[in-house]
Structures are given as structure tokens and as C-alpha cells.
């Protein structure tokens, strides 16, 4: 089993519609993100919580909200879609030591229409 | 933005050949990481260096850090078809909040 898991993999979804994105992990990291990827764009963070207590904003987190409902598990939402939504989304986390990797999923790819 | 920036956009080389990426970033770091991404997979950590080192090997990777220029590179030796992918540089201030580059593709023709 993957050690980040995100559900679901693929998902189309209507504008205005509300839509929550699941990230679970079984590598006892405290630290999760959220990020979105466009193409020529990158990766942009959209929220981080380095524990269930602490959620910071990231680069472009207008439109979305986040819940860490326990240390493994992340989620994001979309309070009422919109097309420029569409993106690919990754769930990544880190156990802020020495290594200081992050350990991505395998991404939920978004389409709003 | 605090994004990096990497070029090219996008290499095409033959196996056997080598290729070098390079990374850009805007603010002062404590670590730079490079990231793979295979085909909009996930993306796997390839090799850190650290804000004191200037250099750093992994296989067939080589990696260097100039902070007085607030650029990376990333070298891959003898490519592989296998090889082709997405490449991503992500700067940490030391923070663990990691802030990506654009990227490189990566294609290595066989």
C-alpha cells in the first residue's frame, strides 16, 4: 500500500459544486501540504499544517480550505468549484528531520466544467 | 511569488548523453532538493544539498549550489530512456515549507 494515499484519483465536478479532496498517510509525519499543479506552472502550495493544531496558508490558498482531522489525515476543499480549479492536486507530507524529504501521493486529478 | 524558475522548459537528448538542468530561486535557503515526476505521477526526491555545500553526488547525479547566485544545477550522467521525466527543484528555508520550481521535461530519446 502507498504510504500517501489521496482519494479520489479523478474526479469531474460542476462549478459551484462543493468538493473535498483526502490525503491519509501511514508514515507518522506531522507535517502534510497541499499543492496544485499546472502545467508550465509547477507545483504551487496551496496550505500546510505541520500538526493537527497548526494550518498556515500557502501561496494561493483563496478558494480553498483545509481540515486535519487526525495526524494522518488532510483534507482539501473546494467550497464551491470553479473551472479554473481544474488542476492536478498533490497531497505530500514530511517528518521535519534531518532527511528533510517530502513524500508525495500519487494526485487527484480535478476537473471542473 | 517565491517560485523558483528552471531551464530549460524542456530537454531532448540522446541515451548516453549528458543533461543539466539548472534552478533558480528567490530567497535565502537552508537545503534545495530535486524531485522526479514521472508522466503526472507523484513526485519522488531525488538528492538534497544543503545551503553549505557547493556539491553533491548520487549515482548518477550531480548536483551544485552557488547561493551567492541563488541557483542550482542538476546533472545526470550517461542518460537512460528511463531517465525521461519531469524534473523539480524546491527550496526550504529551513522551514519545511518547500517551494517548487516550473520544472524541466526531460526526453531521452533511445
Known amino acids: 500500500d502507498a504510504d500517501v494515499t489521496q482519494t479520489p484519483r479523478n474526479r469531474i465536478t460542476k462549478t459551484g459544486k462543493r468538493i473535498m479532496l483526502e490525503c491519509s498517510q501511514t508514515k507518522g509525519h506531522d507535517r502534510m501540504y497541499w499543492y496544485r499543479q499546472d502545467p508550465g506552472l509547477g507545483l504551487r502550495l496551496i496550505y500546510y499544517?505541520?500538526?493537527?493544531?497548526?494550518?498556515n496558508k500557502g501561496e494561493i490558498s483563496d478558494g480553498y480550505s483545509v481540515s486535519r482531522q487526525a495526524q494522518a489525515k488532510f483534507s482539501l476543499s473546494l467550497e464551491s468549484a470553479i473551472p479554473n480549479q481544474t488542476a492536478l492536486y498533490f497531497c505530500a507530507t514530511s517528518d521535519g528531520g534531518a532527511r528533510a524529504e517530502a513524500f508525495f501521493g500519487q494526485g487527484t486529478r480535478l476537473t471542473v466544467v | 511569488s517565491q517560485q523558483g524558475e528552471e531551464d530549460p522548459q524542456a530537454l531532448s537528448i540522446q541515451e548516453g548523453e549528458n543533461a543539466t538542468m539548472n534552478c533558480s530561486y528567490k530567497t535565502s535557503i537552508n537545503n534545495l532538493q530535486w524531485y522526479r515526476q514521472n508522466s503526472g505521477r507523484g513526485l519522488v526526491h531525488l538528492i538534497l544539498?544543503?545551503?553549505?555545500?557547493r556539491e553533491k553526488h548520487s549515482g548518477r547525479l550531480r548536483v551544485t549550489l552557488d547561493t551567492s547566485k541563488k541557483s542550482s544545477s542538476l546533472l545526470i550522467t550517461a542518460s537512460r530512456a528511463a531517465d525521461t521525466a519531469s524534473y523539480f527543484c524546491a527550496t526550504d528555508a529551513g522551514t519545511y515549507k518547500y517551494i517548487f520550481g516550473t520544472g524541466t521535461r526531460l526526453k531521452v530519446l533511445a
Open positions: 499544517s505541520f500538526d493537527v493544531k497548526d494550518i
Open positions: 544539498i544543503r545551503s553549505n555545500e
